[in-house]
T-cell receptor, first 111, second 117 residues
Framework: NAGVIQTPRHKVTGKGQEATLWCEPI?????VFWYRQTIVQGLEFLTY????????DSGMPKERFSAQMPNQSHSTLKIQSTQPQDSAVYLC?????????FGKGTRLTVV | GDSVTQTEGQVTVSESKSLIINCTYS????????LFWYVRYPGEGLQLLLK?????QKGSSRGFEATYNKETTSFHLQKASVQESDSAVYYC??????????????FGKGTLLTVTP
């Protein structure tokens, strides 16, 4: 069990460019989550899928952010027209029941 | 909304001494939230340390303990004797278990524990 796999681990983008972050959940887990971590805000919930269906995206910024789960083996978080304030560590997690397993995160830096 | 407040910043403890990291919560929409402590060791991902889903119960793992106190809305993390290997960032968190939807963790800001030899 390799755990939740996130790629890339680090990404640097120029302001205005698009960034796509990838997540491979643990095989067999039905729920996938995205969180964002910054120094100021801490860990914030972004969005949640269950059995590939979007359930709750209440934490997602209304513009420029989108998440998909095209199949049970991966999810993506896409940020269009990145801004410096998008710089953060983005965490993906998956769960089968009450225990949530986190990946190591993708550190996004927008310059 | 829901919130979690924990000992902020850094805590430094000498090896073999006792530890307490305070955590209080506010769950405005959840009568009895599930409570968790997560830990991130250097170079590792965030992982569950312990959880308690019933008020009044105590959870324990790796020598750490935390008791779910609904009267004081607290879930303090304690360890009687810390080791250098306990150095990590600790996060208190809550989630909603209503209707079986155990998701959307709300985290505290994290506490960096440094254990000195």
């Amino acid at each position: 069990n390799a755990g939740v796999i996130q790629t890339p681990r680090h990404k640097v983008t120029g302001k205005g460019q698009e960034a796509t972050l990838w997540c491979e959940p643990i095989s067999g887990h039905s729920a996938v989550f995205w969180y964002r971590q910054t120094i100021v805000q801490g860990l914030e919930f972004l969005t949640y899928f269950r059995n590939q269906a979007p359930i709750d995206d209440s934490g997602m910024p209304k513009e420029r952010f989108s998440a998909q789960m095209p199949n049970q083996s991966h999810s993506t978080l896409k940020i269009q027209s990145t801004q410096p304030q998008d710089s953060a560590v983005y965490l993906c997690a998956s769960s089968l029941d009450s225990e949530v397993f986190f990946g190591k995160g993708t550190r996004l830096t927008v310059v | 909304g829901d919130s979690v407040t924990q000992t902020e910043g850094q805590v430094t403890v000498s090896e073999s001494k006792s530890l307490i990291i305070n955590c209080t919560y506010s769950a405005t929409s959840i009568a009895y939230p599930n409570l968790f402590w997560y830990v991130r060791y250097p170079g590792e991902g965030l992982q569950l340390l312990l959880k308690v889903i019933t008020a009044g119960q105590k959870g324990s793992s790796r020598g750490f303990e935390a008791t779910y106190n609904k009267e004081t809305t607290s879930f303090h993390l304690q360890k009687a004797s810390v080791q250098e290997s306990d150095s990590a960032v600790y996060y208190c968190a809550l989630s909603d278990n209503s209707g079986g939807s155990n998701y959307k963790l709300t985290f505290g800001k994290g506490t960096l524990l440094t254990v000195t030899p």
